[in-house]
T-cell receptor
């Protein structure tokens, strides 16, 4: 069974704080993704990575950065949190070669006050 | 980039009736179309997918059809049950190294007992 875990289910931060969201997968997947989910907007891709130290911008990268130092771990960083970054953040991973399915983590509900 | 539109945004059906959710995409090069189901408070999970060399795929009460010429694909759920109540997301992807998905905005399906 593929397991994707995220460091926190709920997080409350203040405006201007630096925020780290961590995602870990245990199935040796090459690809990892960070999405944010907002009502009526669906799942929007922030960043993805197809290999260690590789990253690609998604549709809404502004205000975010990422880090992938190890294959199993993909971190999302909010350099200076703002209230419009209050959202549900979902991490996903996929194994490119044999299956295109993306496996999602449980999500982190981030509130920025 | 790819643009995926999904309709309707909400759908209510009586138990036992059929439900149909439709998506259109803009990039004719897209070749992989998954559907995800997200129950309340849970992570999205793949329920069915279709590749561009196939026109229809079925899995028990769920089917997906693809019309490449018109660039649209649909999810069909027959004999709906209360446990089908969830948010459904379609996505389109051009399978490559990064396997980026472009998601629709979601359909909230309610099955009325």
């Amino acid at each position: 069974d593929v397991k994707v875990t995220q460091s926190s289910r709920y997080l409350v931060k203040r405006t201007g704080e630096k925020v780290f969201l961590e995602c870990v997968q245990d199935m040796d997947h090459e690809n990892m993704f960070w999405y944010r989910q907002d009502p009526g907007l669906g799942l929007r891709l922030i960043y993805f990575s197809y290999d260690v130290k590789m990253k690609e911008k998604g549709d809404i990268p502004e205000g975010y950065s990422v880090s992938r130092e190890k294959k199993e771990r993909f971190s999302l960083i909010l350099e200076s949190a703002s209230t419009n970054q209050t959202s549900m953040y979902l991490c996903a991973s996929s194994l490119f070669q044999f299956s295109y399915e993306q496996y999602f983590g449980p999500g982190t509900r981030l509130t920025v006050t | 980039g790819e643009n995926v539109e999904q309709h309707p945004s909400t759908l209510s059906v009586q138990e036992g009736d059929s439900a149909v959710i439709k998506c259109t995409y803009s990039d004719s090069a897209s070749n992989y179309f998954p559907w995800y189901k997200q129950e309340l408070g849970k992570r999205p999970q793949l329920i069915i997918d279709i590749r561009s060399n196939v026109g229809e795929k079925k899995d028990q009460r769920i089917a997906v059809t693809l019309n490449k010429t018109a660039k649209h694909f649909s999810l069909h759920i027959t004999e709906t049950q209360p446990e089908d109540s969830a948010v459904y997301f379609c996505a389109a992807s051009l399978v490559n190294t990064g396997n980026q998905f472009y998601f629709g905005t979601g359909t909230s399906l309610t099955v009325i007992p």
